[in-house]
């Protein structure tokens, strides 16, 4: 299977590549390829550059500040920008918050925070989860009591991910006791510097800290920083998860990672040859080409019907599920590729300024940190099994 682009597909490829290769610093690009650790204000410049190219937001309406490209262009744009080595933009403005807010928000929202994601002075975060309701979200807690004009929020969100440097949270909260659990949540825009807001870092398994446990006491909020409706949140939830789950299948990362794979698969040995010559590696290789394959065709389907107006629907689902699953098997070949040399860890080799040399080649220290973070993929962002019975309802009406 294979895709192919038109003339002006094509030059729009270049045209991309050409900006990326002039426009993106040095520094920036070499700590990316370095594999080390980005700052947030790294994250910011690239996406002010990427703002006064007008690139801001690609699938955004132009009405909104968006680059308004179709599918297609969309999915070239994300290649280069991958391939590139180019930083991830705020995801969570971008791509969640920023389409809820175009979709459901008041002009005065829209006016004022859709600029702010666009051109990086919002960086925004997610304030779904909490310790008690993860998949199972209509469980939440967290209270917002409406006094006046303001909101006065408690609670606990938790897997909060860069709530550290966020600037505003998006929030689920619970505004009503009265009916069943989905009809009771409110969706609140929450600025991070309110009184009465702890961001306590969480230290995942490799050693990082890209999550939060995020507290609430007594915390204002005007009510017009109200998405809608009261009490209509899972609405608008389910609007977002929606765009989070499509993002999920990060098609062109997984294209990169297989194309690293299969670099170190080349380079690594087993029994004195290639590991690539190694018929039942390769084969679970050629297995996990075909699965992305087939992914990047359902992506550019769910693209496309975007742009009839049609927010994802239960093939959201589908990509979330095959997205995460692949990028854990690719990440999984990986580690057994670096083989022993995966296991040492050292932390300051992601530092910039480190100059010491990796134990068994540049790949090996990502390959355990990496494999470890990818497990939560399955689970975040609705887990698989969720993900299953959506499809189960929502598809083959069971």
């Known amino acids: 299977m294979e895709l192919h682009y038109t003339e002006e597909q094509?030059?729009?490829?270049?045209?991309?590549?050409e900006f990326i290769a002039a426009k993106l610093p040095a520094d920036i690009r070499?700590?990316?390829?370095?594999?080390?650790?980005?700052?947030?204000?790294?994250?910011?410049t690239w996406q002010r550059i990427l703002f006064e190219q007008g690139w801001g937001a690609p699938g955004w309406p132009k009405a909104a500040g968006g680059a308004e490209w179709d599918p297609i262009h969309r999915h070239?744009?994300?290649?280069?920008?991958?391939?590139?080595?180019?930083?991830?933009?705020?995801?969570?403005?971008?791509?969640?918050?920023?389409?809820?807010i175009i979709a459901f928000g008041t002009p005065a929202q829209q006016q004022y925070f859709l600029p702010k994601i666009l051109n990086g002075e919002h960086w925004w975060c997610q304030g779904y989860s909490e310790p008690g309701a993860g998949s199972d979200l209509a469980s939440?807690?967290?209270?917002?009591?409406?006094?006046?004009?303001?909101?006065?929020?408690?609670?606990?969100?938790?897997?909060?991910?860069?709530?550290?440097?966020?600037?505003?949270?998006?929030?689920?909260?619970?505004?009503?006791?009265?009916a069943r659990p989905q009809e009771g949540i409110s969706f609140l825009l929450i600025d991070m510097k309110t009184p009465g807001i702890t961001v306590r870092p969480i230290t995942m398994l490799e050693g990082g800290q890209e999550i939060n446990d995020i507290f609430f006491d007594d915390v204002q909020v005007p009510v017009d920083n109200r998405i809608g409706d009261e009490n209509k949140g899972w609405t608008y939830a389910k609007f977002l998860l929606g765009h989070e789950r499509v993002g999920i299948a990060n098609v062109p990362r997984a294209k990169k990672m297989l194309a690293r794979l299969k670099e170190i698969a080349r380079t690594e040995r087993a029994n004195g040859r290639p590991l690539l010559e190694d018929a039942r590696f390769r084969d679970r290789i050629a297995q996990v080409e075909i699965d992305l394959a087939a992914l990047e065709i359902t992506l550019l389907r769910v693209l496309s019907a975007e742009t009839q107006k049609r927010a994802p629907g239960p093939e959201g689902s589908i990509l979330k599920i095959r997205?995460?699953?692949?990028?854990?098997?690719?990440?999984?070949?990986?580690?057994q590729a670096c083989g022993h040399a995966a296991l040492p860890y050292f932390p300051e080799a992601f530092e910039d300024g480190w100059a010491g040399v990796p134990v068994g080649g540049a790949h090996a220290p990502m390959a355990?940190?990496?494999?470890?973070?990818?497990?939560?993929?399955?689970?975040?962002?609705?887990?698989?099994?969720?993900?299953k019975n959506i499809i189960a309802k929502m598809i083959l009406g069971l």
């Open 368 to 387: 355990a940190p990496e494999y470890f973070n990818m497990r939560k993929t399955t689970i975040f962002g609705g887990s698989n099994e969720i993900q």
């Open 30 to 44: 070499r700590r990316i390829n370095g594999h080390k650790h980005l700052q947030s204000d790294d994250v910011r």
């Open 140 to 178: 939440l807690k967290t209270r917002a009591e409406r006094r006046g004009d303001h909101y006065v929020v408690n609670g606990q969100k938790t897997w909060n991910t860069l709530g550290q440097y966020a600037d505003w949270i998006f929030c689920l909260v619970r505004t009503s006791s009265d």
């Open 323 to 335: 997205g995460s699953e692949i990028g854990q098997a690719l990440h999984e070949l990986t580690m």
């Open 10 to 17: 094509q030059a729009f490829r270049q045209e991309v590549r």
């Open 76 to 100: 070239i744009f994300e290649e280069e920008y991958v391939n590139a080595g180019a930083p991830r933009q705020l995801d969570f403005g971008i791509a969640m918050v920023g389409p809820v």
